[in-house]
């Protein structure tokens, strides 16, 4: 597996981001659960504030932030493996 410099940083709480299709699965069910609305207002809600916001702050910030060339995901999974393996 490759390294890059920012492995260090993998002791980190790191976020990982889901596709935008299972997020929105995930909030309306956990709104209709937990909040009860309906899934009508949690959808317009989503494409009328949620979604244009999203683009207009996180993405941008997304965009100029410095990246790892080697996906988080595999570094969280190397650093899982080897956790497990002290375990096991």
């Known amino acids: 597996m490759q390294t890059c410099a920012c492995r260090d940083d993998v002791r980190s709480p790191v976020a990982i981001d889901p ?3 299972l997020i ?17 207002g949690c ?14 702050y996180v993405e941008v910030q997304r965009n100029v932030a410095g990246r790892c060339s080697v996906p ?13 393996s002290h375990v096991v």
């Open 19 to 21: 596709f935008p299709s």
């Open 24 to 40: 929105i699965c995930i909030t309306v069910v956990r709104d209709v659960r937990e909040r009860g609305r309906d899934i009508e």
């Open 72 to 84: 988080v995901a595999l570094l969280v999974l190397n650093e899982l493996q080897t956790l497990l």
């Open 43 to 56: 959808i317009k809600q989503w494409f009328a504030f949620v979604k244009p916001n999203f683009h207009k």
